[in-house]
């Protein structure tokens, strides 16, 4: 026998017949775009927890005497604590620019990895 497949003019729908399936493609996509935003913000703080601590350890080991962490009038300059820096930090990452930087970054990584069970199921 002979078959012919008929797809409709339009590209966009060549693949999913149903529209429901391209809600579900279109909702699977924004799905897995957040999660990836939010794992790279969430490692890139990680990150960024680790150069504050080591330079918090550098800064110890390397303290020098009282009289030169002090000001002109003899008092300590105020510093910023950690989790003040870190919620800097966090509210002034984008996400997609920190996704962008996780790619160029991690070479070795093949990006998100989606295992979908339910994918021919219907």
């Known amino acids: 026998g002979s078959a012919v497949m008929h797809y409709p003019a339009d590209q966009e729908s060549t693949v999913f017949y149903n ?9 699977s996509i924004l799905m897995i775009s957040l999660f ?24 110890r080991e390397n303290e020098e005497s009282q009289n030169n962490s002090r000001d ?21 990452l984008d996400p997609t620019q920190a996704v962008l930087d996780m790619m160029k970054n991690d ?16």
């Not at 913000?41 to 350890?57: G, I, K």
């Not at 002109?72 to 002034?92: M, T, W």
């Open 19 to 27: 529209p429901v399936q391209v809600q579900n493609r279109d909702l």
């Open 36 to 59: 990836a935003e939010r794992r790279a913000v969430q490692q890139a703080v990680t990150q960024y927890r680790r150069q504050l601590n080591q330079q918090e350890r550098e800064e």
């Open 72 to 92: 002109d009038k003899g008092e300590v300059p105020p510093q910023q604590s950690k989790a003040e820096k870190v919620a800097a930090f966090k509210a002034n």
């Open 107 to 122: 070479q070795s990584s093949n990006g998100l990895c989606i295992l979908d069970a339910l994918a021919a199921s219907g």
